[in-house]
């Protein structure tokens, strides 16, 4: 097959389809996209919440809850443990497919009936101000984790204990403000470091101690700026930092985001024991093309944050499936197209439903089979509808869920991580949902205001509410957090944890690459950092290893 030159239908960019995407897509049996990759990527985000933390009721059994889910939803909320129950029939809702009219409008009636739960997640211990959790105990105000303990303010981590401020973290324990590290302890205000200890602003190191203000370093202790100093120096020399001072901090990070621009080698891309592929940060990955953040998978295309996928294209936030593709939010199955938040086998338009085979366009189902919009069919039944309904549908049948079935505001989805500059002109016509509630607040103290010093900061700044100067979210600083910053000697955050974390996110989220020259051996190459952020020192993956290892 040859690839195909289109136009994209929302962006206008021209965009290409190129062979190996059109195989897949007739092996999956998907017709080809009339949008470009990052078009496609915009409509799946309408599916994931990313949210502010609020309080509400059920709707099933009137208990306070606490929930990312928009203030006045379009559908009923149930707590988690009630929707996952007996309690309540998702079928009770069936309705009877109208030819007459579009089919879409039909499905978005339905999902406006069926109750949601009001987070994601399960088998959590004092996890409430939380989503998306698994398996994890006394965590606070994070999302987006597993296996964690007393994670506060993390996203994306596993197994993290003790911690705060930590954007996509394995196995970390007793640090702050990390992003992308793994395999450390006490490591703290660095970025893309692995097997570190007691160290702090650390880019790229590999097996380092008591490090300062290092990059590129391997299997190194007591160094400064890549200098290597004796102990009793590298402990005078740490003492007159005083990362106690919020102006200090302010100094020492912008030091670190010079040395990324000006000294620090930046590979092409931070893939591992990958083969045939093009992305970032894929591991175990092979023949994975277009994919990024992605683990344990092969013959996968134009997919954003999944793993233990095969056969699959044009997914985001998807695991554990195969020969599927136009999903968002899939967390397993066979054959799964056009569907969100939902697992099962052979089945298309599906939203929130478990394990279900069989079935067209159904919403919260659980172990169902032969079900269109939540109604029961014989098999006979079931194919001759489905049949009826997709020729009814005409060129709608094959396109992805619309911006109106999305069930958070827009600027309030994780596409604020991916997509930040995406406009309320552009979602509202494509009849997506943007907030327009003022979520900032003038009631507390701007938190500039702060003593520099932590060491002048009273303990009961925690019931003081703060007021962060980017968002204009109010916020506290609560009281292991205080105690926390007070046993490392770290000033405290002035801005909002949301604010924090979101930006962190965001140097993460680059899924476009850009040209460049490699520093030391001129080929050109594709690397993920976009032009503004000016790296100077790009590196390709043989260089890369010849030089830093
Ligand atoms: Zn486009
Ligand atoms: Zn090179």
């Given at each position: 097959m040859e690839q195909e030159t289109k136009i994209c239908a929302d962006c206008k960019e021209e965009f290409i389809i190129d062979s190996g995407d059109l195989v897949l897509y007739e092996k999956v049996g998907l017709q080809v996209p009339e949008q470009c990759f990052f078009c496609r990527m915009k409509q799946y985000f309408a599916f994931w919440v990313f949210g502010k933390f609020r309080k509400g009721v059920s709707d099933l059994s009137g208990e306070n809850l606490i929930t990312v889910l928009p203030n006045n939803p379009r559908y009923p909320v149930y707590k988690s443990n009630e929707w996952w129950s007996d309690a309540w029939d998702p079928m009770a809702y069936g309705q009877d497919y109208d030819p007459s009219r579009p089919f879409f409008e039909q499905l978005k009636e339905l999902q406006e009936k069926?109750?949601?739960?009001?987070?994601?997640?399960?088998?959590?211990?004092?996890?409430?101000?939380?989503?998306?959790?698994?398996?994890?105990?006394?965590?606070?105000?994070?999302?987006?984790?597993?296996?964690?303990?007393?994670l506060n303010y993390g996203y994306r981590?596993?197994?993290?204990?003790?911690?705060?401020?930590?954007?996509?973290?394995?196995?970390?324990?007793?640090?702050?403000?990390?992003?992308?590290?793994?395999?450390?302890?006490?490591?703290?205000?660095?970025?893309?470091?692995?097997?570190?200890?007691?160290?702090?602003?650390?880019?790229?190191?590999?097996?380092?101690?008591?490090?300062?203000?290092?990059?590129?370093?391997?299997?190194?202790?007591?160094?400064?700026?890549?200098?290597?100093?004796?102990?009793?120096?590298?402990?005078?020399?740490?003492?007159?930092?005083?990362?106690?001072?919020?102006?200090?901090?302010?100094?020492?990070?912008?030091?670190l985001e010079n040395i990324l621009k000006e000294k620090a080698v930046h590979r092409e891309n931070f893939n591992l024991k990958t083969s045939s592929s093009v992305g970032n940060y894929l591991t175990n990955c092979d023949k994975c093309v277009n994919v990024f953040t992605w683990e344990n998978s092969q013959n996968c295309r134009n997919s954003v944050r999944g793993l233990n996928t095969k056969d699959c294209i044009d997914q985001l936030g998807t695991w554990n499936n195969e020969l599927s593709g136009d999903n968002s939010g899939v967390y397993g199955g066979y054959g799964i197209k056009h569907s969100s938040w939902s697992n099962g086998r052979y089945s298309e338009y599906l939203d929130i439903c478990d394990e279900v085979e069989y079935c067209f366009g159904c919403v919260g189902l659980k172990k169902k089979k032969y079900c269109i919009l939540n109604k029961q069919y014989s098999k006979e039944e079931y194919e001759n509808l489905k049949n009826q309904i997709i020729s009814g549908m005409g060129k709608e049948y094959g396109k992805f869920m619309p911006f109106s079935m999305g069930f958070c505001d827009y600027n309030l989805s994780t596409a604020q991580v991916y997509f930040p500059k995406t406009t309320k002109e552009e979602i509202l016509k494509h009849g997506g949902y943007w907030s327009e509630e003022d979520l900032s607040s003038k009631d507390g103290v701007p938190s500039l205001q702060l003593p520099d010093s932590i060491s002048e900061t009273d303990p009961n700044i925690s019931s003081q509410a703060l007021i962060c100067p980017e968002s204009h979210y109010r916020f506290n600083i609560s009281t292991a957090e205080y105690d926390f910053h007070k046993r490392k000697n770290f000033a405290l955050p002035r801005f909002h944890f949301d604010q924090r974390m979101l930006n962190k996110s965001r140097k993460l989220a680059i899924i476009k690459a850009y040209p460049y020259k490699c520093f030391y051996c001129q080929k050109d190459t594709m690397a993920y950092y976009p032009p503004e952020w000016g790296y100077k020192k790009i590196a390709c993956e043989e260089c890369y290893k010849q030089n830093i290892a």
């Open positions: 069926v109750p949601r739960p009001h987070q994601t997640g399960e088998n959590n211990t004092n996890c409430d101000w939380c989503d998306d959790a698994w398996d994890s105990k006394n965590c606070y105000l994070s999302r987006s984790f597993a296996k964690c303990e007393n981590v596993i197994e993290g204990k003790d911690s705060f401020d930590i954007v996509y973290g394995f196995n970390l324990q007793n640090s702050y403000d990390c992003l992308a590290c793994h395999n450390s302890f006490n490591l703290n205000f660095s970025e893309n470091c692995k097997d570190c200890i007691d160290s702090f602003f650390l880019f790229d190191c590999r097996n380092c101690q008591d490090c300062f203000m290092c990059w590129n370093l391997r299997n190194k202790q007591y160094c400064i700026r890549n200098e290597q100093y004796t102990k009793e120096n590298y402990e005078n020399e740490l003492r007159k930092i005083k990362f106690d001072s919020y102006k200090n901090l302010s100094i020492v990070k912008s030091e």
